[in-house]
C-alpha cells in the first residue's frame, strides 16, 4: 500500500485492488482502493472527485491517479489503518496522537474519530497526574477537541491549582489555554460550593449516611463539625476531594478530641466512612457534571 | 483634496476598502500639518493609509529601510502618484507617531502605554534606535504614558512578546506591587505567551529570597540562626525565622503570591515570625515569641532593600 523512495517503517499491510495513489505532502505514496476512503470520508471523497474530474496527469505507477494531501507519510499512514481492516496504530506521542484525530476531523471521519479515540484510551488511558493532564489540555486547546480538553481539565482538578502551586509548570500552557482553564475552575468551584452547600442541608442524603452518629462538635446541622469543615473546603480547593484528604480530616478532629471519649468518631464504623464518602463523591461528580463546556 | 495638501508630509488618504472600514474600530488620525513638497515615497499603513515621507530621512533612521531602498525596486513595485510604495505591517496610528519624530514636528503622542509598546517595537524591527531611545526618555519624562496599576501584568506580558527587554524589566519590577494570583490576572492571563508567566513566577520568588537574606544581614541582632530561649522549661534551641520566610517553604511561596513583593511587606511578615509564639522542641509547650526589629521599616533599611530588588533581573 506504501510506496516511496524512503519507505516508512512498519509498514503492515499491502492492500490489494488499489485504484488510487494518495501521495503526502513528504512524497509518500499509499496505493488504496478509492471505494475504502469515500465511504469513510465525505469530505476526502469530494477532494478526490475534484482531483480527478478531469482526469489529472499526475500518475503515479502502473498510471493509478494521483491525489495530492497536505499531511505527512506519517500521519496517513496511522489513519489508514483505522479505515482498513487492519491492526490500527496510534502515534506514540501524544501531540502526534491529537494530530491523528485533527487530520481525521478535518475529512469528516467520524466513525474513525471514535476509533481512534478508543484506540488512545486504551494505550493511553488518561493520567491523573499533573504534567500529562497541563500538556493535553493544552493540545485539546489547541486542536479544539471538547471532550480531550473536559477530560484533562478534570484531571488538573485532582492537583491544587494556584500561581504557586503552578509555578515551574507555567510554561506547558499558553496564556489563552490557562485562561479557559481559569474559568472552567472558577465555575467547578462555584458549582461545587452550591451543591455541596445543598448537601449539608439535614434533608439531604448525607444525613442517612451518618446514621446515628453523633459527634460532640457537631454543628448546628447535626452533622459533624470536621465534617462540615471538610466539604466546605472542596468548595474552595476541588483537590481536596479525595479519600486521603477526607481521611486526614476525621484523623485531625479524631486527635482533637482524643479525650472526649463521648464522640462517636473516635470508633466510626468504616460503613459509615463509606456512606458518607459514597454521597460525597455523588455530589461531587453530579457538579462537575454540569460544567461539561469548555471554550476551545 | 488639493494638489497642495496632497503633497503635505502626513497623513493622505489612501485606497481604503470596506473592508480596512469594517476592520478599522477607531477613526483614522488627524493628519499632520506638514507640508513637504518633495516627498519621495509613500509607506503604506496596514489599514491602507499613505504616509509621504523621504527616502533620505527613512534611511538615515532606519538602516532596515536604508538596506530595503538601496536594493532595486522589482519592475511591478506599486507606485503611487508617481512615488515608490512600501507596504508596512503597522497601522495608521503607530505609523502617525512614528513618522511625526522622524521630522521637527509636534509629536504624536501614544494614547496610551499599550501603544508606546508597540510603538517601541516597530522601533526594534526597523532598528530606529534613535527614535525608540527618544520614545523611552519621554516615558521616563513622564511625558508619555506609563505602566499604571494591576495593568503592569498585561504591559509585561506584552514587552515580552515584543522582546522589549528593558520594558520587560521594568514591568516586572512593578508587579512586585500587586498580589500575582490567577484570581487578580483572570483575563490578562490571555496576553501571556510561552514562559511569560513562569519567568514571572520565578523572578518573583528570587526578589523575595534576596529581600529576606538582606534583612537577615541588615538586623544584627536576629541572624540566620539564632537562639530562642524557652520560658517554660529553659531551653536553647536553635532558631531560624528566616527559613519561615524563604520560598522553599510552601506558606511563603504562596504568601509570595497572593501578597505584594515589597519591602515593608517582607519587613512586615519578618517581624510577625519574630514575633509569633511557636512549640518547644524539648518540652513541646508553647514558647512566647522573641521581640521583633519593629513594625516600622527605617528610611535607610527600606532604601537598602529597593536597592536589592533593583539588582533582581527577568532574566538570570
Keep these: 500500500m506504501l510506496t516511496s523512495d524512503q519507505p516508512l517503517e512498519n509498514i503492515l499491510f499491502e492492500y490489494h485492488g488499489a485504484d488510487l495513489i494518495l501521495r503526502s505532502h513528504d512524497s ?46 506519517a500521519i ?28 481525521a476531523r478535518k475529512y469528516q471521519m467520524v466513525a474513525v474519530m471514535v476509533r481512534i479515540r478508543d484506540r488512545i484510551a486504551q494505550q493511553n488511558p488518561p ?27 478534570q484531571a488538573i482538578l485532582k492537583h ?31 458549582i461545587l460550593a452550591s451543591d455541596l452547600e445543598q448537601f449539608m442541608t439535614p434533608a439531604s442524603d448525607i444525613s442517612s449516611a451518618l446514621g446515628s452518629l453523633r459527634c460532640s462538635a457537631s454543628g448546628s446541622s447535626q452533622i459533624p463539625r470536621w465534617f462540615c469543615n471538610y466539604i466546605t473546603s472542596i468548595g474552595n480547593a476541588p483537590h481536596l476531594f479525595n479519600l486521603v484528604e477526607f481521611n486526614m480530616a476525621l484523623a485531625r478532629h479524631m486527635r482533637d478530641e482524643g479525650n472526649n471519649y463521648g464522640c462517636a468518631c473516635v470508633s466510626i464504623s468504616s460503613q459509615i466512612i463509606v456512606n458518607i464518602w459514597e454521597s460525597l463523591a455523588s455530589v461531587v461528580h453530579g457538579s462537575l457534571k454540569k460544567v461539561s463546556v469548555i471554550e476551545v | 483634496m488639493s494638489s497642495q495638501a496632497e503633497s503635505a508630509l502626513s497623513l493622505v488618504q489612501g485606497r481604503e476598502d470596506s473592508q ?40 538615515m533612521v532606519s538602516p532596515v529601510f536604508g538596506d530595503l531602498l538601496s536594493l532595486p525596486q522589482p519592475s511591478d513595485s506599486e507606485i503611487v502618484d508617481g512615488l515608490p510604495m512600501v507596504q508596512l505591517s503597522e497601522d495608521a496610528e503607530l505609523l502617525n507617531t512614528l513618522v511625526s519624530m522622524l521630522y521637527p514636528i509636534r509629536r504624536v503622542m501614544p494614547e496610551s502605554y499599550d501603544k508606546v509598546l508597540y510603538s517601541l517595537a516597530a522601533c526594534q524591527k526597523y532598528d530606529m534606535v534613535q527614535v525608540q531611545s ?9 511625558s508619555f504614558p506609563g505602566p499604571v496599576g494591576t495593568e503592569v501584568f498585561r504591559t509585561y506580558a506584552i514587552a515580552c512578546g515584543k522582546g522589549l527587554i528593558p520594558e520587560m524589566e521594568k514591568a516586572a519590577h ?83 503570591f497572593t501578597n505584594p513583593v515589597t519591602p515593608s511587606q517582607i519587613h512586615g511578615e519578618y517581624s510577625k515570625v519574630l514575633q509569633s509564639p511557636d512549640t518547644c522542641n524539648y518540652c513541646k509547650r508553647t514558647r ?17 532593600l529597593a536597592q536589592i530588588l533593583d539588582k533582581v533581573h527577568i532574566f538570570l
Excluded at chain 1, 493520567?127 to 493544552?138: F, I, V
Aim: proline fraction near 8%.
Design chain 2, 20 to 59: 480596512a472600514k469594517a476592520n478599522s474600530i477607531t477613526p483614522p488620525p488627524e493628519p499632520l500639518d506638514i507640508r513637504v513638497p518633495d516627498a519621495s515615497l509613500i509607506i503604506r499603513s496596514s489599514d491602507l493609509v499613505d504616509f509621504r515621507v523621504h527616502k533620505s530621512v527613512l534611511a
Design chain 2, 174 to 256: 512593578l508587579t512586585l506591587d500587586h498580589p500575582m494570583t490567577f484570581e487578580t490576572l483572570g483575563e490578562l492571563l490571555r496576553f501571556f505567551d510561552g514562559s511569560a508567566l513562569r519567568d514571572l513566577a520565578r523572578f518573583r520568588m528570587r526578589c523575595r529570597d534576596n529581600l529576606v537574606t538582606c534583612l537577615s544581614t541588615a538586623i544584627p541582632t536576629t541572624g540566620t540562626s539564632s537562639i530562642r530561649y524557652c520560658h517554660n522549661c529553659g531551653d536553647t534551641s536553635p532558631w531560624d525565622p528566616l527559613q519561615q520566610l524563604f520560598s522553599r517553604n510552601d506558606d511563603s511561596k504562596k504568601q509570595g
Design chain 1, 127 to 153: 493520567s491523573t497526574r499533573l504534567d500529562p493532564a497541563l500538556h493535553m489540555y493544552s493540545l485539546a486547546q489547541k486542536y479544539g477537541f471538547r471532550q480531550e480538553a473536559l477530560q484533562a481539565a
Design chain 2, 134 to 142: 527618544y520614545i523611552r526618555a519621554e516615558v521616563d519624562r513622564g
Design chain 1, 160 to 190: 491544587p491549582v494556584s500561581i504557586a502551586d503552578l509555578e515551574e509548570k507555567l510554561d506547558m500552557m499558553p496564556g489563552t489555554a490557562l485562561h479557559e482553564f481559569w474559568k472552567y475552575y472558577v465555575e467547578v468551584r462555584a
Design chain 1, 76 to 103: 496517513l499512514h496511522s489513519l489508514l489503518t483505522f479505515v482498513f481492516p487492519v491492526t490500527p496504530i496510534v502515534p506514540p506521542t501524544t501531540e502526534k496522537a491529537m494530530e491523528l484525530l485533527s487530520v
Design chain 2, 288 to 304: 512566647r515569641g522573641t521581640k521583633g526589629p519593629g513594625s516600622t521599616l527605617s528610611a535607610e533599611l527600606e532604601s537598602k
Design chain 1, 28 to 73: 509518500h505514496h499509499f496505493r488504496v482502493p478509492r471505494s475504502y476512503i469515500t465511504n469513510s470520508s465525505p469530505a476526502l471523497d469530494e477532494l478526490i472527485q475534484k482531483a480527478l474530474d478531469p482526469p489529472n496527469d499526475a500518475c503515479g505507477d502502473a498510471s493509478l491517479p494521483v491525489v495530492q494531501l497536505p499531511e505527512s507519510g
